[in-house]
């Protein structure tokens, strides 16, 4: 709902300066009810978790590998094919997780990439003030694959990336296979759309690199004596976790920020820490990605009710619902559906387990809260700059994610910020 000053409040929000109970409150639910049974087995044989130290258990544990995510896709390719890093497990995925780690650590991320976050972002912005109109996901989705890219190696594309990757990515995935019309669509476009990927952005950054190394992650991978299409299978995997997540969190923090004044004054006051740990609040009460899968290779033992302990067989599947698990008042404190930047927490960082735990943590979490932060703090920066209204929003059932579409922005000349 529209006001004069172009703010918008959900029904029965109230806003105000913040106090000890926090600014707001969670906006985009995945259905189900918070609190039960940390640990519970599900009528189809999956175990869910909601608890974080039990969740942090699976994660953590040697017993489990991933499952979900397309890995049933990725397991029928041919074994000579090695596996993008997100379908590996055990030693083989530690030992590349330990030679790729130092494109993540913080110093590199604000000595490599920091400048470029800025350069975009105050691009998209002047963008944005001269044509007084544009969607958030844009914007955002323009910065994402600039950095993503740096970080990748994808510097060397024809024109067209982000139409290319908007294809791969579409909000409405379909279920390849050969016996149904529509299965045959779905497995003709998404072979297409691999071939348009590979032949637009990968193998012109694998040439280029061949020829002259450079220090990124497609040199590393070359070096490493990676094929072709093992590489175009990890870009795509970095893609997806740098580009289109970052999108969808910028656009959640963009709704708190725009429709909370208090919230948005704490945001603007505070220094680059301070806003971090805004950003991380607002990223552990809206995790992009809603579900975690493992499947057990052998018995694994979790805490039980009082006290006691429950053992998940070997061949199991355990989902991790991280909008519950970040919400356990055991480890987030009271009020756990309230937005509370530094709150206290036993055990746990301020996102929570958005971006996962033990050998799969999202390497690029730093990479991810310092762009949004980089953009965020310029556009509320804007004089006359405001959302018209809050976003549509859209899940992804197999992950549970959301997709937070049709957040537009206007800027009115002569507006005060």
């Known amino acids: 709902m529209g006001d004069e000053s172009g703010e918008f409040r959900d029904a029965g ?7 000890d109970e926090g600014f707001g409150f969670r906006r985009i639910e995945r259905g189900g009810t918070t609190g039960g049974c940390p640990v519970a087995r599900g009528p189809d044989g999956v175990w869910e978790v909601r608890g974080y130290a039990e969740a942090r258990a699976v994660l953590r544990g040697t017993s489990t590998v991933q499952a979900g995510l397309g890995i049933e896709t990725v397991s029928k390719l041919p074994r000579r094919i090695r596996r993008p890093v997100l379908y590996r497990d055990g030693p083989e995925h530690r030992e590349h997780r330990r030679q790729t780690a130092r494109f993540f650590t913080p110093r590199r991320v604000d000595e490599h990439y920091r400048d470029l976050m800025v350069r975009v972002a105050q691009d998209r912005i002047d963008r944005l003030r001269a044509d007084g109109r544009a969607l958030l996901s844009d914007l955002s989705f323009d910065l994402a694959i600039e950095v993503a890219c740096a970080v990748i190696g994808l510097t060397d594309s024809r024109p067209g990336i982000k139409r290319r990757l908007e294809r791969f990515f579409p909000e409405r995935f379909g279920t390849p296979g050969l016996t149904s019309p529509s299965g045959v669509y779905w497995t003709l476009r998404q072979n297409i759309n691999w071939l348009r990927v590979y032949a637009g952005d990968v193998r012109p950054a694998v040439r280029a690199r061949r020829r002259a190394r450079r220090d990124d992650l497609i040199s590393h991978l070359i070096d ?69 899968s493992r499947r057990t290779t052998q018995p694994l033992e979790l805490p039980g009710a009082d006290g006691g302990r ?108």
């Open 13 to 19: 929000e109230t806003a105000g300066a913040g106090t």
């Open 224 to 292: 490493d004596g990676c094929s072709n299409a093992e590489i175009l299978g990890e870009c795509l995997t970095f893609a997806a976790a740098g580009m289109v997540t970052t999108r969808e969190f910028i656009s959640a923090a963009a709704w708190h920020l725009f429709s909370d004044p208090g919230l948005r004054a704490h945001y603007r006051a505070a220094d680059e820490p301070g806003r971090l740990a805004v950003l991380g609040e607002i990223l552990r009460l809206e995790p992009v990605l809603g579900r975690l």
């Open 310 to 417: 429950l053992t998940v067989p070997a061949g199991d599947r355990i989902d991790i619902l991280v909008d519950h698990v970040n919400t356990d008042e055991r480890t987030v404190g009271t009020r756990p559906l309230r937005l509370r930047p530094g709150r206290a927490m036993k055990d746990a960082k301020g996102p929570g387990l958005a971006f996962g735990d033990g050998p799969h943590t999202c390497p690029g979490q730093h990479i991810a809260l310092l762009e949004t932060d980089v953009f965020l703090s310029r556009l509320l920066a804007l004089p006359g700059v405001r959302m018209t209204g809050p976003p549509t929003v859209g899940f992804m059932e197999a992950i549970g994610g959301y997709e937070l579409r049709d957040c537009v922005l206007e800027v009115t000349a002569g507006d005060g910020g």
